[in-house]
């Protein structure tokens, strides 16, 4: 399977951008500025036909869905008038550019119309049916396929006497097929007569020149001679192909730009099967310096998977297209009914057989998708699993710079206090030399005051680096019973501190409002702690991004309160409920829907992950609450967390 897919892959870089079937045209436009305002009165000849046709060249990279509206009303009006090379060559046209949106079974069709049409009126041009019948086989991996059409090329290659740069994409898919099934021998054959088309040709701009280059770049590139495959590529340019032997040399920066170039270019033409393989780079390339960014790719491959194996929709337009020319042939007049009722059986009967093969080919299709899914998911979970421990690792990191400060305090006393001992330890030795005992007496009082003290101190700098550790490691998803007043008090002054730690002039006022009637509750103090720190960090974010822009009159507040709702939740039990409101400048009310999905940030680019409050709605859910906003933009936030009193 693995080297199916590795060889599904190839093909579709190599055929991906082919369009030098119909010898695609530069792009003129004064030609089309021209010819377009009298497409409507032209003639319905030949001509017409042939402008057409030209026009569909000439949309074919730059509007694909302009060109299969050309290439059809070129088809359309040459069955018309029995012109049966200009209908070819719109069929050829047409079925190329619904490759491009990876329409196969519309392709398909345009070809086996186009092949009665070669073997009656225009046999020169069979060897151009088995060209582009290749090309979908190869994308679509249909390997076995591919082989049969190749064989068809070659049956005919010898004895053809038609167009001759019909014969120059035959050599370069035989180039390729042959360099991919690792027959290098038999690669270079036809490149010798590849290259004779190059001198008699070259220089001309058109398609297949580019694409010859890609086949050359492929044969030296199997060969391990990178830098002759690269010289080949750029003379396309072939971006992908640069891409891929970048990455295989371990120089990410250019893989990664030339990747991009390619899925930007394809990108716009909304062609799946091009996407695939450059969104597919970037995601591995991005997957261990950038895991959003690696995600991001990773979702476009797994979206452009689903849309290259999907025909659904395209036999869901066969049946729509089937009742349409039902309900034309019953409003025929009367007299016809027969007539019509047998073309209408014909008709079902046809594409009856034509469903059920292509729901036969659908099934093939899904069970490859299948397993590439399956792969793509585990990487998306890979990925995912490594954001979310990213976004931990950030919010510790907001955290150090808080605990630094907190825990600063409590080991001053500790110090000061053991110094303070060590100089009554002193004073109390001198006493009992003395026999000064109710001197050592009141010295041991003070003494054993200031053990006291120490401890209450080293137990609170214990309390800190636990708080500390239980963020950085795994959940144990136990729970156990935690004061949440002292919890969200902690989580607000290490929050406060982190974020002044960095910014030694931001200062804002702290306001809490805790129910001491709450006491205990069983939570994952671990994971609310993440929670309660996520929310501080944004609203301390939010209220320093007000203070820069408004300095006068304005002051940071951030408010935290907790509450016993008495009143039981839709689980039976009572809640609490804590509130955290901030005076920054609130949330876009075209955001505010979003706040909560993975991913999604009102942060600058660099300035936030988009998974804090994702990762926090999902911990609350899973303790069986309810986390909330409401914002009003301009004049702040207040975030609402509800946990089941358990």
């Given at each position: 399977m693995r080297v199916a897919l590795k060889f599904?892959?190839?093909?579709?870089?190599?055929?991906?951008?082919?369009?030098?079937?119909?010898?695609?045209?530069?792009?003129?436009?004064?030609?089309?500025?021209?010819?377009?305002?009298?497409?409507?009165?032209?003639?319905?000849?030949?001509?017409?036909?042939?402008?057409?046709?030209?026009?569909?060249?000439?949309?074919?990279?730059?509007?694909?869905?302009?060109?299969?509206?050309?290439?059809?009303?070129?088809?359309?009006?040459?069955?018309?008038?029995?012109?049966?090379?200009?209908?070819?060559?719109?069929?050829?046209?047409?079925?190329?550019?619904?490759?491009?949106?990876?329409?196969?079974?519309?392709?398909?069709?345009?070809?086996?119309?186009?092949?009665?049409?070669?073997?009656?009126?225009?046999?020169?041009?069979?060897?151009?049916?088995?060209?582009?019948?290749?090309?979908?086989?190869?994308?679509?991996?249909?390997?076995?396929?591919?082989?049969?059409?190749?064989?068809?090329?070659?049956?005919?290659?010898?004895?053809?006497?038609?167009?001759?740069?019909?014969?120059?994409?035959?050599?370069?898919?035989?180039?390729?097929?042959?360099?991919?099934?690792?027959?290098?021998?038999?690669a270079r054959f036809y490149v010798d007569s590849l290259k004779k088309y190059f001198a008699k040709y070259g220089g001309q701009g058109i398609a297949i020149e580019r694409d010859s280059y890609m086949a050359l770049g492929r044969l030296a590139q199997e060969s391990k001679e990178n830098d002759l495959a690269l010289h080949y590529y750029r003379q396309a340019?072939?971006?992908?192909?640069?891409?891929?032997?970048?990455?295989?040399?371990?120089?990410?920066?250019?893989?990664?730009?030339?990747?991009?170039?390619?899925?930007?270019?394809?990108?716009?033409?909304?062609?799946?099967?091009?996407?695939?393989?450059?969104?597919?780079?970037?995601?591995?390339?991005?997957?261990?310096?950038?895991?959003?960014?690696?995600?991001?790719?990773?979702?476009?491959?797994?979206?452009?998977?689903?849309?290259?194996?999907?025909?659904?929709?395209?036999?869901?337009?066969?049946?729509?297209?089937q009742e349409r020319l039902e309900n034309e042939l019953q409003s025929k007049d009367a007299d016809n009914r027969n007539k019509i009722s047998m073309i209408v059986a014909a008709s079902i009967v046809i594409l009856l057989g034509g469903f059920s093969y292509l729901l036969w080919r659908n099934n093939r299709f899904k069970q490859k998708a299948n397993q590439k899914l399956e792969a793509s998911y585990k990487d998306l979970k890979s990925a995912q699993g490594q954001l979310i421990q990213a976004e931990k690792m950030a919010s510790l990191g907001e955290l150090t710079a808080g605990i630094a400060h907190e825990i600063q305090n409590p080991l001053n006393f500790v110090n000061n206090f053991s110094e303070v001992n060590a100089e009554l330890l002193q004073e109390m030795k001198q006493g009992i030399k003395a026999g000064n005992y109710p001197e050592v007496n009141h010295l041991a009082e003070d003494l054993e005051t200031n053990m006291e003290k120490i401890s209450h101190h080293g137990k609170r700098a214990d309390a800190i680096v636990k708080s500390m550790l239980q963020h950085s490691r795994t959940s144990s998803n136990q729970k156990e019973p935690t004061d949440i007043n002292e919890l969200a008090d902690e989580y607000l002054r290490l929050s406060y501190?982190?974020?002044?730690?960095?910014?030694?002039?931001?200062?804002?006022?702290?306001?809490?409002?805790?129910?001491?009637?709450?006491?205990?509750?069983?939570?994952i103090p671990q994971d609310i702690g993440r929670v309660l720190l996520n929310i501080y960090n944004n609203a301390f974010y939010a209220v320093a991004e007000k203070k820069r822009t408004e300095t006068e009159g304005y002051e940071p507040k951030v408010q935290v309160s907790t509450k016993l709702n008495s009143a039981e939740t839709g689980s039976g039990k009572q809640s609490v409920i804590i509130t955290v409101t901030d005076n920054g400048n609130g949330i876009p009310k075209d955001m505010i829907d979003k706040i909560f999905q993975p991913f999604f940030t009102t942060k600058p680019s660099g300035a936030g992950t988009g998974l804090g409050l994702s990762i926090s709605y999902d911990i609350v859910k899973t303790h069986g609450g309810e986390l909330s906003v409401d914002s009003t933009e301009g004049k702040g936030s207040s975030f609402t967390i509800q946990l089941p009193l358990v």
């Open positions: 599904l892959i190839i093909i579709m870089v190599a055929f991906g951008s082919q369009s030098g079937f119909t010898q695609e045209l530069p792009w003129d436009q004064h030609y089309v500025d021209s010819i377009l305002p009298r497409l409507a009165t032209m003639k319905g000849d030949s001509n017409a036909v042939d402008q057409l046709n030209k026009l569909a060249q000439m949309y074919f990279s730059v509007n694909p869905d302009s060109a299969i509206l050309f290439a059809d009303r070129g088809d359309s009006l040459a069955e018309t008038i029995n012109y049966y090379k200009g209908q070819v060559l719109c069929l050829v046209a047409s079925a190329l550019s619904n490759i491009t949106h990876s329409n196969w079974a519309t392709a398909t069709l345009k070809i086996n119309k186009a092949m009665p049409i070669c073997q009656q009126h225009e046999p020169d041009y069979l060897l151009l049916m088995y060209n582009v019948m290749f090309a979908i086989s190869g994308i679509k991996g249909e390997f076995d396929k591919a082989a049969q059409w190749k064989n068809s090329q070659l049956g005919v290659l010898g004895t053809y006497s038609g167009p001759e740069w019909v014969k120059w994409p035959t050599y370069m898919q035989l180039t390729i097929y042959y360099t991919n099934i690792g027959q290098l021998d038999s340019p072939f971006y992908i192909g640069m891409a891929r032997v970048y990455q295989k040399l371990g120089n990410r920066d250019s893989a990664i730009f030339y990747a991009e170039k390619e899925l930007e270019f394809w990108a716009k033409l909304n062609s799946p099967h091009n996407i695939i393989t450059p969104a597919d780079i970037l995601a591995k390339e991005y997957e261990s310096i950038n895991p959003t960014e690696s995600n991001k790719y990773l979702k476009i491959y797994i979206e452009a998977l689903k849309k290259f194996y999907n025909t659904d929709k395209q036999l869901e337009q066969f049946r729509m297209n501190h982190g974020i002044r730690a960095k910014d030694k002039g931001f200062n804002a006022t702290l306001e809490t409002e805790f129910d001491p009637t709450i006491g205990e509750m069983n939570i």
